[in-house]
């Protein structure tokens, strides 16, 4: 499918608060005839469809050259709409949806029949967000369906947090952008598999695991896939988000994620340099004085001390370093603790290697 042009609706100061931004209710019946709109959430940009039609759902993945074995998450308005597309709500689900809809949480719950196979690429179950932006509610609102919505990247490229990624990467291959300034979190939601007899993370993200247990209990909430190598006490047995499997997130140029402290860094940059390469060093705020002048780029992640910036920052960051004629780009690494989580996911996730 390509478009002569992508429409861009620039809603930038919307409050939230009426219907009658004529970008929305144009973008929102696009939807509900079948097109592939890009739309502003509090995480990253979602390329949404109407989730309830096959072929509106195909243009997705068509798209973002999407695996058709990856599942999408379905985007809601209203906690009633979760009962419509789940064929039971868990205990569990009900709980976390009390506490953190709307947010950037998602549910893994038995899907319902009805809930089309595309959507789910064939599981049993089904991804629901009810996301806490207002232009993204405004707009299932006007499209009065369930917005079937992967973040709004080509697959493999980092996620967009702003509607500029978006064009860069979908321009003429999607109907229309609601352009809604930056978005929030800046990573995508926390991933939880709602349907075994404990919660299992699928994929870290805005919300995080000690938020979880806050809720739960501590050992109510298990950490499935990329960190279970490292835990000996985790099942095997724990399931699995069919996106994780896949390289992810990633710049072109490739990035090597360095476990050391400045001097590691500082001998890795020479060494490359050496061998002719120009190398873009991705730091804290802290480490710029010490790494800009030997680094051909620099660019600082915001410091150390505010890790929800850095997360906000991620992805327009791994971007910008592609932006420079770099040709190696290294990175230093995080704590796992709370947003750390989800930071190093997604940095392990894109990364080329990881040298502990
Ligand atoms: O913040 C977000 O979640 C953004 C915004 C747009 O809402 N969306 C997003 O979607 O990140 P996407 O498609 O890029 O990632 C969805 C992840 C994938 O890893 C996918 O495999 C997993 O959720 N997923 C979807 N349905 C699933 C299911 N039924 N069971 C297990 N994992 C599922
Ligand atoms: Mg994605």
Redesign the pocket.
Known sequence: MSYKQTTVWDVDNFEGKSFSEPGIKEAGLWIKRGEVIAFP?E????LGADATNDAAVEKIFEAKGRPGD????V?IDDQKQLTELASSVPHLARQLADCFWPG?L?L?VPKKEAVSEKV??G?S???V?M?DHPIARALIKEAEVPVA????NRSGRP?PTKAEHVKHDLNGRIAGIVDGGPSGYGL??T?V?CTGEKAWI??P??ITKEQLEDVLGKNQVGISGWEEENQANITTES??????KYRHYAPEAPLILLNGNKKVILNRIKQEQNKGNKVAVLAVEEHKRDLEHAADTFVSLGSINNLEYIAAQLYDNLRQADRTEADIILCETFSTKGVGLAIMNRLEKAADAYEK
Request: hydrophobic fraction near 35%; charge should be positive; charged fraction near 10%.
């Open positions: 959430t995480t990253v940009y979602g990856n599942p999408l998450i985007h950037p998602t893994i789910t690429a599981l179950t089904v991804a967000r996301p919505a992967p973040s709004a996620s995508e939601s991933v598999d699928l994929r993200g805005g399931p699995k988000a069919p996106g994780m």
